[in-house]
């Protein structure tokens, strides 16, 4: 499946009290290849593997594919992945027609906020609320799997 979403810093906080969930996400990645990634996610009590594909030129579409597995698997799993991890807050913000996930950054990456929303093609209209930033589609440095490597931390 193709998954087609752009990505926006935060610039406040107000996400959070629209918010309509927030789940704690610790996930690591087997593999980080830039033609593929292969991650590992632990989310409440669940797991999940997600494999994602290469992005496209313009970083709004790549092929996606996710399972849930069993959460002492993915626990098994995590242990196996390359160094690093990604912990972070995950909050659900419905805006319009869209939903909103707000990753609030924990860790090596904490004070990174970025909102990504997914949209059914890559000309859909969607509303941007007040706290939406400056847009980071297809910005290599504000993908999980490179925030392992080079953490917001170590920024310049």
């Not at 690093?84 to 972070?88: A, D, F, Q, R």
């Not at 953490?151 to 170590?154: D, E, S, V």
């Given at each position: 499946m193709t998954e087609i979403e752009r990505k926006f810093l935060v610039n406040s906080n107000d996400f959070k009290v629209e918010a309509s969930k927030k789940t704690l996400f610790i996930q690591a990645y087997l593999n980080t290849h830039p033609e593929r990634t292969i991650r590992i996610r632990i989310s409440d009590d669940r797991g999940y593997m997600t494999i994602k594909g290469k992005s496209s030129k313009n970083g709004l579409s790549r092929y996606e594919w996710e399972k849930e597995i069993p959460l002492d698997e993915a626990e098994e799993l995590l242990k196996?992945?390359?160094p690093?991890?990604?912990?972070?807050y995950r909050y659900h913000v419905n805006v319009g027609d869209h939903?909103?996930?707000v990753d609030e950054f924990l860790?090596?990456?904490?004070?990174?906020?970025l909102a990504e929303v997914e949209l059914q093609d890559e000309?859909?209209?969607f509303k941007r609320p007040d706290w939406l930033g400056k847009e980071?589609?297809?910005n290599l440095e504000y993908y999980n799997s490179k925030l392992i490597t080079k953490?917001?931390?170590?920024w310049n």
């Open positions: 196996l992945c390359e690093g991890k990604i912990e972070k939903m909103y996930e860790g090596d990456n904490q004070g990174l906020v000309e859909e209209e980071v589609t297809g953490p917001y931390k170590n």
